[in-house]
């Protein structure tokens, strides 16, 4: 079995520096630093991570805990997450919080217990406990897309600026009737993408209503129910935003329910473009959030975290993107 002696001497180093490498405990040039690397891979040195561990604290491994590992935008992000922690020597720990509270608060208890230098995490709708438990643990952590706590670092997409693009694409089409289609009640994403549409509506000097927003758009299938409900009103809307993707194929399919047409007879525009928005008829407008700049930036502030626990906390806010396409027009 390869030694670390032999690393240094493959590598023209000191043992000691090798350390420095492996360990990431000191600064050590890039250069430097890429010889121990190949040397490690020519000889096959392998470190022992467990003896490492208990000397450094350190276990080289992140929790990664979040809900809906299957919807294509957290997917977006896991891998952006994997891929960063991945070229920073990081291990990732991935575990589905299920979005309910306990199971949340029972997942990042265990991460701690497995000794992960930090965690990242999309809290749930009620995420006081796991919240506090983390801040008192003092567990290095990074709240992703939903914002609710400025104790911890947090990234995260501009909603406000997100509703404020679908709500002037809206107007630009002459719609002065919007209804909404939210996410679900409690989430800190639900409530800033409300208070976004309100405040978009006002720019225009359109009063909102109440009546046209929905909330509960966890699943499909109450979007769907959201949609017939704004549908129903005795003053229907003319044009429909969705806040997330699955508020927008659960709206696609209310609308297809009742016999209408995007946009003939109704327009859609939603928040979370995804891959096959391309291939609905229409093709849907929607605003793209920075998946993968989200994943990449969360990495980053943890491993800032991990380094220097006491150091400013920073929320993070990412521009999104309007991808104008075919499912908004002149209202009917």
Same mark, same amino acid.
């Given at each position: 079995?390869?030694?670390?002696?032999?690393?240094? =001497?493959?590598?023209?180093?000191?043992?000691?520096?090798?350390?420095?490498?492996?360990?990431?405990?000191?600064?050590?040039?890039?250069?430097?630093?890429?010889?121990?690397?190949?040397?490690?891979?020519?000889?096959?040195?392998?470190?022992?991570?467990?003896?490492?561990?208990?000397?450094?604290?350190?276990?080289?491994?992140?929790?990664?805990?979040?809900?809906?590992?299957?919807?294509?935008?957290?997917?977006?992000?896991?891998?952006?997450?994997?891929?960063?922690?991945?070229?920073?020597?990081?291990?990732?720990?991935?575990?589905?919080?299920?979005?309910?509270?306990?199971?949340?608060?029972?997942?990042?208890?265990?991460?701690?217990?497995?000794?992960?230098?930090?965690?990242?995490?999309?809290?749930?709708?009620?995420?006081?406990?796991?919240?506090?438990?983390?801040?008192?643990?003092?567990?290095?952590?990074?709240?992703?897309? =939903?914002?609710?706590?400025?104790?911890?670092?947090?990234?995260?997409?501009?909603?406000?600026?997100?509703?404020?693009?679908?709500?002037?694409?809206?107007?630009?089409?002459?719609? =002065?009737?919007?209804?909404?289609?939210? /996410?679900?009640?409690?989430?800190?994403?639900?409530?800033?993408?409300?208070?976004?549409?309100?405040?978009?509506?006002?720019?225009? /000097?359109?009063?909102?209503?109440?009546?046209?927003?929905?909330?509960?758009? #966890?699943?499909?299938?109450?979007?769907?129910?959201?949609?017939?409900?704004?549908?129903?009103?005795?003053?229907?809307?003319?044009?429909?935003?969705?806040?997330?993707?699955? #508020?927008?194929?659960?709206?696609?399919?209310?609308?297809?329910?009742? /016999?209408?047409?995007?946009?003939?007879?109704?327009?859609?525009?939603?928040?979370?473009?995804?891959?096959?928005?391309?291939?609905?008829?229409?093709?849907?407008?929607?605003?793209?959030?920075?998946?993968?700049?989200?994943?990449?930036?969360?990495?980053?502030?943890?491993?800032?975290?991990?380094?220097?626990?006491?150091?400013?906390?920073?929320?993070?806010?990412?521009?999104?993107?309007? =991808?104008?396409?075919?499912?908004? /027009?002149?209202?009917?």
């Amino acid at each position: 079995m390869a030694t670390i002696v032999e690393v240094a =001497r493959l590598a023209g180093v000191s043992v000691s520096t090798v350390s420095h490498v492996v360990n990431r405990t000191r600064y050590v040039a890039p250069a430097t630093a890429r010889l121990v690397t190949e040397a490690i891979a020519d000889i096959g040195y392998q470190p022992n991570t467990i003896a490492r561990s208990l000397k450094t604290a350190s276990t080289s491994s992140v929790g990664l805990a979040i809900s809906a590992i299957s919807n294509p935008y957290f997917s977006d992000i896991i891998c952006a997450v994997e891929a960063e922690c991945a070229r920073l020597g990081l291990m990732v720990f991935l575990s589905d919080t299920q979005d309910d509270p306990d199971t949340e608060l029972a997942v990042v208890q265990a991460l701690h217990r497995r000794r992960v230098d930090g965690v990242i995490l999309a809290p749930s709708a009620a995420p006081q406990r796991t919240l506090d438990h983390l801040h008192a643990s003092r567990v290095p952590c990074v709240l992703i897309d =939903r914002l609710p706590d400025a104790r911890f670092d947090q990234v995260g997409v501009d909603n406000a600026g997100a509703m404020r693009l679908l709500v002037d694409h809206a107007v630009a089409f002459g719609h =002065r009737r919007i209804g909404f289609v939210a /996410g679900h009640p409690g989430f800190a994403t639900t409530l800033e993408r409300i208070e976004g549409f309100r405040a978009a509506l006002a720019a225009h /000097g359109l009063a909102f209503d109440p009546a046209t927003v929905a909330t509960g758009s #966890a699943t499909t299938a109450a979007a769907a129910a959201a949609a017939h409900a704004l549908l129903s009103l005795p003053s229907p809307p003319s044009l429909i935003v969705t806040g997330n993707n699955l #508020a927008t194929i659960g709206a696609m399919r209310a609308i297809r329910e009742r /016999g209408l047409a995007v946009p003939a007879d109704l327009s859609l525009v939603g928040l979370d473009d995804f891959e096959w928005a391309d291939c609905f008829e229409p093709r849907l407008t929607l605003v793209a959030q920075p998946c993968e700049e989200i994943g990449r930036q969360a990495a980053a502030l943890l491993v800032e975290r991990i380094a220097r626990p006491d150091g400013p906390r920073q929320t993070v806010r990412l521009p999104p993107a309007l =991808r104008p396409r075919a499912s908004c /027009g002149s209202p009917a």
